[in-house]
């Protein structure tokens, strides 16, 4: 069993293995995007942690037992199961090895299951991630755990009954080097909402996380996808958090990335020392 893939070497990236986040960054990587250093901690590890502490079967029970009114009960009954978990020392082991070839003294921890990400699923915001984490061992590995745990937050839980797909499924876990952004943001290659030819570009100081869970209200800059012009903001400081050139090279970027997935995409993307960095990048499947 395969336990880490380093996220620059998966020059043939399998979903069943690096689920849907580790798959697009891989592809980002490929196609010469800026992407945060990492690793992958693949989905078969997260079935081996359950082998080895014997959850499979008692999963497959609760799960066989969740529907829309046990949905918040069992959940969190599978959830203490994972978090009350422990990782055999082999695997413990080679997390520590790739978490000091890192070298980073932060990192981020996001889930990646194989069903999100997808054309026929979004999952945004419903699994969890864990920013600015202090690179030791113990904290990593209890974030691995919440991550997998996360697989069973309720809104995931209500989420796969009303798309029919199965609760049971891989989760693996991205760990990359923590970006200290000065600013973050979301751009949707379409407008979400208007969808007319425009793209949507959304901004705010600091780590990006407040602005994808709904907490703040960002700037917003609409462009036209034609000419990249400016069409209309929205600031909510006197002075805007982004320059017009900086506007126009994501909104030219956030193109180049539609290209190569071939679907109009939510892109995550952080900036710091003015270098752009994309964290992550999925379809807008409402449209």
Request: aromatic fraction near 6%; glycine fraction near 6%.
């Amino acid at each position: 069993m395969t336990v880490i893939k380093s996220i620059t070497e998966l020059k043939a990236p399998k979903i069943s293995e690096v689920g849907g986040k580790g798959y697009s960054l891989a592809v980002l990587i490929n196609n010469g995007f800026n992407v945060p250093k990492g690793f992958v901690i693949t989905s078969d590890t997260f079935f081996e942690f359950l082998k080895d502490n014997s959850l499979i079967e008692r999963i497959e029970k609760i799960v066989s037992e969740i529907n829309e009114n046990t949905f918040s009960e069992k959940s969190k009954e599978i959830r203490d199961l994972i978090l009350n978990g422990d990782l055999s020392e082999d695997i413990a082991s080679k997390i520590e090895e790739t978490l000091n070839e890192l070298n980073a003294q932060y990192v981020s921890i996001r889930s990646s299951a194989v069903s999100e990400d997808s054309l026929k699923a979004s999952f945004a915001g419903l699994h969890d991630t864990f920013l600015n984490i202090k690179s030791e061992l113990e904290l990593v590995l209890e974030n691995i755990k919440r991550c997998w745990a996360s697989l069973f937050n309720e809104r995931a839980v209500i989420y796969r009954i009303r798309k029919e797909i199965p609760h049971l499924e891989g989760m693996a876990v991205i760990i990359q080097k923590m970006i200290k952004s000065d600013v973050s943001g979301i751009i949707f290659t379409k407008h979400p909402v208007i969808n007319k030819g425009l793209i949507l570009i959304e901004a705010f100081r600091g780590l990006g996380d407040r602005v994808a869970g709904g907490e703040i209200t960002p700037d917003s800059y609409t462009l036209d996808r034609e000419t990249l012009q400016i069409k209309d903001k929205q600031l909510i400081g006197n002075e805007p958090l982004l320059h017009e050139k900086d506007i126009m090279m994501l909104a030219g970027m956030a193109l180049k990335v539609e290209k190569v997935f071939g679907y109009p995409q939510d892109i995550e993307f952080a900036i710091s020392n003015r270098k752009i960095f994309i964290l992550q990048s999925r379809p807008i499947i409402v449209l």
